[in-house]
């Protein structure tokens, strides 16, 4: 049986033509077999996909033959074949949706005035010598099942929240201290930490790859708590069997780390759920109340 991997990748560079970019993209996963989403814009691309690892490997090497594409950031983890129920390569205004199409600003180094990247040893190194708070760049549900710990979660369901979370004034007291953000591959705080600089943050550094790489480093036996949320079939991922189980069901209270989506149809809410109350007819609490509501 072929090894199938998934493959999380980003890279923030100009792109003048990003819907050539997008065709040469989709044929060439077609073309090896490849499932996924891959997004592009002027501003670069960011994409995960999964297939049998002589067809990944082969769409890593073609890809970065663009010159541009040369420095991308990749990560690995293991697939099941079935990560993604099909390809979607897509052009879009903004690389993360953060709603703030003209403020980033890209050169072929990447993004300009971002924060200061960290290595999961520069972390630890800082860590020890300052107080600093973390600074989750995900969606809440996200945070519920894993974390860093301590870390600030901002009230957001999407990232396209978080500019009027940061205007909101609830962080000014962070603005002249060290705050470290971090998401899953790194690709959203390179965005979010260039917007906070923007608003008065003096001291912002971003986790360089992300939890991900955080994880392949340190595995449960650092500053990370709990489980990955993952945007395939896979839901969430743990580092290792030693991982702890931080959220709690919304229905009964027990530990758990599953996510399940709400199940009116219309709805994208996600809820934190254990196995003994995945039912029928479980859902987010608007959605609830309506139906409650309705004789």
């Known amino acids: 049986m072929a090894e199938h ?22 044929d060439l996963c077609e073309s090896l077999g490849l499932t996924g989403r891959i997004i592009l814009s002027k501003d670069g691309m960011n994409g995960t996909v999964g297939g049998e690892l002589a067809a ?20 690995w983890s293991d697939g099941t074949g079935s990560d993604f129920p099909k390809l979607s390569v ?27 990247h960290l290595t999961p040893e520069a972390l630890h190194e800082l860590v020890d010598e300052r107080e600093v708070t973390f600074f989750d760049g995900r969606n809440a549900v996200e945070a519920q099942i894993g974390r860093f710990k301590d870390a600030v979660v901002p009230d957001v369901e999407t990232t396209r929240d978080f500019v009027s979370e940061l205007e909101s004034g609830k962080y000014d007291h962070l603005k002249d201290s060290p705050v470290v953000t971090y998401c899953t591959g790194g690709i959203r705080c390179e965005v979010l930490s260039a917007l906070m600089i923007n608003r008065g943050f003096s001291e912002v550094y971003q986790l360089d790859g992300g939890i991900v790489r955080y994880g392949e480093k340190y595995g449960d036996q650092g500053l990370w708590e709990g489980s990955l949320y993952v945007f395939d079939g896979r839901e969430a991922v743990t580092f290792s069997d030693d991982a702890a189980v931080i959220a709690a069901c919304a229905f ?11 199940d009116d149809l219309a709805c994208r809410e996600q809820l934190v759920i254990c196995e003994e109350c995945t039912v029928a007819d479980r859902f987010c609490p608007a959605h609830a109340a309506e139906r409650s509501s309705t004789p």
């Open 56 to 75: 990944v490997k082969r769409y890593l090497r073609k890809t970065r033959e663009y010159a541009a594409f040369k420095p991308m950031d990749v990560k």
């Open 5 to 26: 991997k998934v493959l999380l990748f980003y890279v923030f560079t100009p792109l003048s033509d990003p819907d050539a970019v997008r065709l040469w993209q989709r």
């Open 90 to 116: 897509k052009v879009r205004e903004e690389l993360v949706s953060f709603g703030a199409p003209g403020e980033l600003k890209v050169d072929a180094n990447g993004v300009i005035g971002g924060g200061t």
């Open 252 to 262: 009964c209270d027990a530990p758990t780390s599953r996510l399940q989506n709400c």
